[in-house]
């Protein structure tokens, strides 16, 4: 259990300071530190069929513009630049937001390394 001293916002009659609990606090103002087992894991499978459905859709986009000569329009050329920011946005960003769920289920009661993997993202969502 994390306690910190700090002042009171206003002086109170015997000014002295007031101990918080910093646990507490965060718990009160950002929602409980982990997830439970049942919603982690809903929510990492969740992330993979978007994740794999995202990668299949938007190379085949990209293999159908490619091969095909009609379809080299600038609209199609435009298409095609979207689908290849989304398998970055993809690649990039959900696979970094999956992995953190997948530290925070693989490091919930451990003392592996991969709970100071998680500790080290704390700040980065994954609280509720």
């Keep these: 259990m994390l306690s910190t001293t700090c002042e009171p916002e206003a002086a109170n009659a015997t000014g002295n300071a007031t101990t918080v609990d910093v646990d507490a606090f965060l718990e009160q103002h950002l929602g409980r530190r982990y997830r439970n087992l ?3 894991v809903t929510l990492v499978i969740v992330y993979c069929v978007i994740f794999l459905t995202g990668i ?4 085949c986009t990209c293999i159908v513009i490619v091969r095909n000569k009609r379809m080299h329009t600038a609209t199609n050329y435009y298409l095609f630049s ?3 920011s989304d398998l970055l946005t993809l690649l990039l960003g959900q ?3 999956l992995s953190l769920y997948i530290f925070v289920i693989s490091s919930r009661n451990s003392s592996e390394p991969t709970a100071q993997v ?5 700040p980065c969502g994954v609280y509720k």
């Design 38 to 40: 049942a919603e982690s």
């Design 56 to 59: 299949a859709g938007n190379v």
């Design 82 to 84: 979207l689908a290849v």
């Design 95 to 97: 696979s970094l937001q």
């Design 118 to 122: 998680n500790s080290a993202f704390r």
